[in-house]
């Protein structure tokens, strides 16, 4: 089976079981999201046409919400708390430094595909800013030295 085969089944499969749902849009999309990575931009028709909805009502929904992406995401997703403790003790600084070093902005992935940036609005690491997370793991006190340490581990365990 092809991967696009295999994607077009995920598609069908989690269309299929949540198109009856109450509001049945926004768990179909973070079903996509969670077993995919994304929304392909491929699946719109096929959700749209489940849910009686115009192919732009789901494309303003996907594009609405800065959780939810219609591009691959990198093999590493580095999300940057923007909450206003991060704020206060340099994540904007932070912000520049990564955007900077990994040549990417935020909703971007990197060209060879490890990295993906995002921002986020809490990690709930208040105590400890400003946080990042990365993939599952949550840094503290991220300063642009621990940061670049950070990614040349993960760079160096691809």
């Given at each position: 089976?092809?991967?696009?085969?295999?994607?077009?089944?995920?598609?069908?499969?989690?269309i299929?079981?949540?198109?009856?749902?109450?509001?049945?849009?926004?768990?179909?999309?973070?079903?996509?999201q969670?077993?995919?990575?994304y929304?392909?931009?491929?699946?719109?028709?096929?959700i749209a046409?489940?849910?009686?909805?115009?192919?732009?009502?789901?494309?303003?929904?996907i594009?609405?919400?800065?959780?939810?992406?219609?591009?691959?995401?990198?093999?590493h997703t580095?999300h940057?708390?923007r909450?206003?403790?991060?704020?206060?003790?340099?994540?904007?600084?932070?912000?520049?430094?990564?955007?900077?070093?990994?040549?990417?902005?935020?909703?971007e992935?990197?060209?060879d595909?490890?990295?993906?940036?995002?921002?986020?609005?809490?990690?709930?690491?208040?105590?400890?800013s400003?946080a990042?997370?990365i993939?599952?793991?949550?840094?503290?006190?991220?300063?642009?030295?621990?940061?670049?340490?950070?990614?040349?581990?993960?760079?160096?365990?691809?």
């Amino acid at each position: 089976m092809t991967e696009l085969n295999a994607q077009q089944q995920v598609i069908d499969q989690t269309i299929a079981t949540l198109k009856d749902k109450p509001g049945a849009l926004l768990p179909i999309l973070h079903g996509l999201q969670d077993a995919l990575g994304y929304i392909p931009p491929h699946s719109v028709a096929d959700i749209a046409k489940a849910l009686n909805l115009s192919r732009a009502e789901v494309h303003g929904v996907i594009s609405f919400y800065h959780y939810f992406r219609d591009t691959p995401p990198g093999k590493h997703t580095i999300h940057i708390c923007r909450a206003e403790s991060c704020q206060a003790m340099g994540s904007t600084q932070l912000e520049s430094h990564v955007k900077s070093t990994l040549g990417i902005d935020y909703h971007e992935t990197t060209a060879d595909g490890q990295f993906s940036l995002e921002p986020v609005y809490c990690l709930g690491n208040c105590a400890c800013s400003p946080a990042i997370q990365i993939d599952k793991e949550i840094y503290g006190r991220v300063s642009n030295e621990s940061f670049d340490a950070i990614i040349n581990e993960l760079g160096a365990s691809a």
